[in-house]
């Protein structure tokens, strides 16, 4: 898809339209053109902690070769990154530090959550692992899989894309940073309870055991 | 279908397998009732030995020659299902010259204080293994020079993981755990030596500031 300027596509209707003082016109271009560059320059900040680092990797390289998407540049800064991919497992000593690097990140940003561990906790519903990371920070994407295959990032990274053609600059929420509560929390207490809550076989597991 | 027939003649099960290491006679002469009892388990030697002396066992089994277990290969402890059952601490030993095993035990009545004594004196290598065995099972090694949780973080509130009485999901909600996992400092697993060393670089070893100046292409500045 390529970048077409209204303005110089149809002439008359720039005439029209601005001579009726619509600020519309004018936004929706800006927006078209914010999000076709965000979009399509997009830097990852890899956040590898197991083995989906491993698919993440295959993803980045030559076969699959995600700058393909703009990605050319991995970002293993957190002040220069656009994209946070978690990839992998997140245990509780690791929660602060993730944290940490994600309220590093500039805005514009977002967060794709690979593989099963990270969206949900998968099989490791035990005493050492986030039950999701979206009970700590926000996540745009989740791609399921365990690991996920470089196709499913791929396509879990252009369903980002296309959300990210979706927005509006003159949006302020969306680019609004979610600090931590009051309470420490980045979700309210019952809503993370409630996320964790055991799952498929993991129910019959009783908290005794 | 028959069964396939029996084969005549078993394979003649290997000697070592089934022999005592010859430590375990020497350790009898040498501490007599410390050494509880020993057992042979797939072929490995299991000594139980006395919380009191083992320390001085542990000690006689690395210096004196003719055995020289020079090498400690791990230091673990054992939790049963049965509450009755002692928890055990486990260590395992190797003889590199002589290339020799053998595994020490010493078993702790749960209704006590849980405390034996450390041997990071004989070998440097117990430190963080006692540290993990003191995260993991809230054993504590008298003697140790820095008895701090290895893999949990330092806050860690929640009790020993490894215990049977611990819970799979841990004892707090999820979300009390997610707000002291998010409320812990990062940095704060690090001793203050190990924040400190580059303001302690003039009280370290020679031969270590001299491979420190080197840096990472290996010759003097």
Redesign the interface.
């Known amino acids: 898809m390529g970048l077409i300027n209204p303005a110089t596509e149809h002439p008359e209707d720039e005439t029209s339209v601005l001579s009726e003082g619509s600020p519309n016109f004018v936004t929706t271009t800006l927006d078209f053109l914010t999000n076709w560059a965000r979009s399509n320059s997009l830097w990852p900040m890899p956040f590898g902690t197991a083995c989906c680092a491993i698919e993440y990797m295959a993803t980045a390289a030559s076969r699959f070769d995600i700058a393909r998407f703009g990605m050319e540049r991995q970002s293993f800064s957190p002040r220069q990154a656009d994209v946070f991919i978690c990839a992998g497992r997140v245990p509780f000593k690791l929660a602060p530090i993730m944290r940490r690097i994600w309220d590093q990140m500039p805005q514009p940003k977002w967060c794709i959550s690979m593989g099963a561990c990270a969206s949900t906790g998968n099989v490791f519903d035990n005493y050492t692992i986030v039950q999701g990371i979206d009970t700590i920070i926000p996540v745009d994407v989740y791609v399921p899989g365990c690991p996920p295959r470089p196709e499913g990032l791929i396509y879990g990274i252009m369903l980002l894309q296309k959300k990210i053609r979706g927005e509006s600059i003159v949006d302020e929420q969306i680019r609004k940073e979610q600090p931590l509560g009051p309470d420490g929390l980045f979700l309210p207490a019952h809503r993370i309870d409630e996320l964790s809550e055991p799952f498929g076989n993991s129910v019959h597991q009783t908290r005794s055991s | 279908m028959t069964a396939p027939a029996a084969p005549q003649t078993s394979e003649p099960v290997a000697p070592a397998r089934r022999v005592i290491a010859p430590s375990v006679a020497a350790l009898r002469g040498e501490f007599g009732p410390a050494i509880e009892r020993d057992v042979v388990s797939c072929g490995d030697t299991i000594v139980y030995v006395s919380r009191a002396r083992a320390h001085d066992i542990l000690a006689w089994l690395k210096h004196t020659p003719g055995q020289e277990f020079n090498y400690l290969t791990d230091v673990t402890a054992v939790e049963y299902r049965d509450p009755e059952r002692p928890l055990e601490v486990v260590y395992q030993l190797r003889s590199l010259g002589r290339r020799a095993d053998l595994r020490l035990k010493i078993a702790l009545d749960k209704r006590e204080p849980l405390n034996v004594d450390s041997v990071w004196d004989l070998w440097k290598g117990a430190d963080w293994l006692e540290r993990e065995v003191f995260d993991m099972f809230g054993i504590t090694f008298a003697g140790h020079p820095d008895l701090r949780r290895i893999l949990?973080?330092e806050t860690y509130a929640?009790g020993h993981?490894l215990r049977k009485d611990?819970?799979?999901?841990?004892h707090f909600?999820?979300?009390?755990?997610?707000?002291?996992?998010?409320?812990?400092?990062?940095e704060a697993h690090y001793s203050l030596e190990e924040l400190s060393i580059a303001e302690a670089y003039h009280e370290l070893p020679k031969d270590m500031q001299e491979r420190l100046a080197r840096g990472e292409r290996g010759f003097l500045k």
């Open positions: 949990m973080w929640e993981p611990f819970p799979l999901r841990g909600s999820r979300a009390e755990q997610t707000r002291q996992a998010l409320a812990a400092n990062p």
